[in-house]
């Protein structure tokens, strides 16, 4: 892991590096006023005077919302108070700066980091000695005695890097009977050793239902383990870790998680922008990488933006859960609605790939002005399917999410899977709903998926328009984003006032 870049930007009559100690690593910037707009983000942004109209305009682009830090010295203009609603600015005292700049500075970096172990890392205890069965992608399954004392049960093979002052958060999935109990244990060896520990930190209870905080006292490589004991079923669903921001954020500064009872996550990401209709929604793609997908693109809209993010499976499952789940995620989009004092027809929902799903399985529980898409994915059974008669090694997550929300690989759940989707489709109002879909016409996931798409939208109302582009699903995505570009922009221009 390489050390966490800060670009943090001042605004003041006097350069704070003369009062404070601020590390010579952060890229640091002053200026007395800002006289032209400029292509960079800051992750930071420090406000220490009043600010002339044009000067709150340029913020407007390129400061980050949650990283607005003003002093309460400064007096509110119109134009600042409006800056700082779209922001989401926090004001701070003198007493406080020095705090922040000593301590919560180093959480506001630029580059987040998340990843989840592969479940090919994972490694059972030989003195394990019940059965051992692995579900694809999704989970290790033991069942048998544990013993009466906690002693290791599985381990990953690869450890994590670790620097100096960096935190790390860790996510455990599991499932397990009420007789078997368990604890996550972390050991830090130092730095080019294997045998110099310099920390062992146990989690168990309580602690296993939130995220855990691993702050390093030293550079090292942590190793990570289960241990356990009782007797009964065990399943290893997934551990993920994070670049922690210690409670400023998920990923980013502002994001969220929300967790089901049963530990499944979303994330989500309201930016208020101009805080001016629309509210374009972007449901991520697939992607093992954990984090959020599309900030830069919709951030460059200038309308609010709610980023959507799910970890489970090797890359996501496509925003398919049991009711819970799905009532969280309505929750999520009702609520940006609502605090932005929206309606259901200043609402854009987009995205590409599995995104795209996302967006026109919960389209159905709205009325949207319109959806973006680039990709369409609908059939998620015929997705599967095709993962053996056309694409075999090419997909082979889509037979984990087969699995995953039908049950079975068989016929019967292909049809369930598929038909999920389309009832739910059909039973919405698409009344006056504009869809915009890229697709590929030699698509080798959801060959049909367009054609169903204007069959099944034929006699709605709906306003429909495509463009085809020659290739299988992931041949050609450059051409993909870049008619997806055009058509915010298009609709953004066109249906919003927006140039």
């Known amino acids: 892991m390489n050390k966490l870049s800060l670009c943090v930007l001042q605004l003041g009559k006097t350069d704070w590096r003369e009062l ?5 690593t952060i890229d640091y910037t002053y200026m007395k006023e800002i006289k032209e707009p400029s292509d960079k983000y800051y992750d930071v942004v420090f406000i220490d005077k009043v600010l002339s109209d044009m000067e709150v305009s340029i913020l407007q682009n390129c400061a980050k919302a949650y990283a607005c830090f003003v002093m309460d010295t400064v007096e509110e203009t119109p134009a600042m108070k409006r800056l700082f ?19 919560e500075l180093k959480n506001y970096y630029g580059k987040p980091y998340g990843e989840k172990f592969k479940p090919e890392d994972l490694n059972v205890s030989r003195n394990f000695k019940g059965t051992v069965n692995w579900t694809g992608n999704y989970s290790v399954d033991l069942d048998g005695e544990f013993g009466t004392e906690y002693r290791q049960i599985v381990f990953w093979r690869n450890n994590i890097p670790i620097e100096k002052g960096q935190a790390l958060d860790f996510w455990l999935e599991y499932d397990k009977d009420e007789a078997v109990d368990i604890c996550l244990e972390i050991i830090e060896f130092a730095k080019g050793s294997i045998e110099n520990v310099v920390d062992d930190v146990i989690y168990s209870g309580e602690q296993l239902k939130n995220l855990m905080t691993f702050d390093a006292s030293h550079d090292g490589n942590l190793f990570l383990s289960i241990k356990a004991c009782g007797v009964g079923k065990l399943s290893v669903i997934a551990l993920h870790d994070r670049f922690s921001r210690r409670g400023n954020g998920i990923f980013i500064p502002g994001g969220k998680r929300t967790v089901t009872s049963s530990g499944e996550e979303i994330f989500h990401y ?17 992607k093992t990488q954990e984090g959020f997908e599309g900030y830069n693109l919709m ?10 993010g799910e970890p489970r499976l090797e890359g996501g499952a496509f925003y398919l859960g049991d009711k819970e789940y799905e009532d969280d995620m309505r929750t999520i989009i009702k609520d940006s609605l609502d605090e932005l004092g929206f309606s259901e027809s200043d609402l854009i929902l987009s995205g590409l790939s599995m995104g795209t799903h996302g967006a026109m399985y ?15 994915l609908c059939s998620l059974g015929t997705v599967a399917y095709n993962e053996k008669r056309i694409r075999p090694g090419g997909f082979p997550t889509s037979l984990d999410v087969l699995m995953y929300q039908a049950g079975s690989c068989d016929d019967k759940a292909i049809g369930r899977l598929d038909d999920r989707f389309w009832m739910k489709f059909d039973g919405s109002d698409w009344n006056d709903t504009k869809f915009a879909i890229a697709y590929m016409i030699e698509d080798d996931y959801d060959s049909k998926a367009y054609q169903n798409l204007l069959s099944h939208l034929g006699h709605t109302g709906a306003c429909i328009y495509g463009k085809g582009i020659h290739g299988r699903h992931n041949d050609n995505t450059g051409a993909i984003v870049t008619w997806f570009t055009s058509q915010f922009d298009k609709i953004l221009s066109e249906d919003f006032d927006r140039k």
């Open 20 to 24: 404070h100690n601020i590390s010579g």
């Open 85 to 103: 609603m779209c922001k989401r600015a926090r004001k701070i005292t003198g007493d406080e700066l020095r705090d922040f700049l000593h301590h």
């Open 270 to 286: 309201l930016d208020p922008g101009d805080m001016k209709p629309p509210l374009a929604v972007y449901f991520s793609g697939y």
């Open 299 to 308: 951030k460059k809209m200038g309308c609010p933006f709610l980023l959507l």
């Open 362 to 376: 919960y389209g159905a529980d709205f009325r949207p002005h319109s959806l973006i898409l680039g990709k369409p």
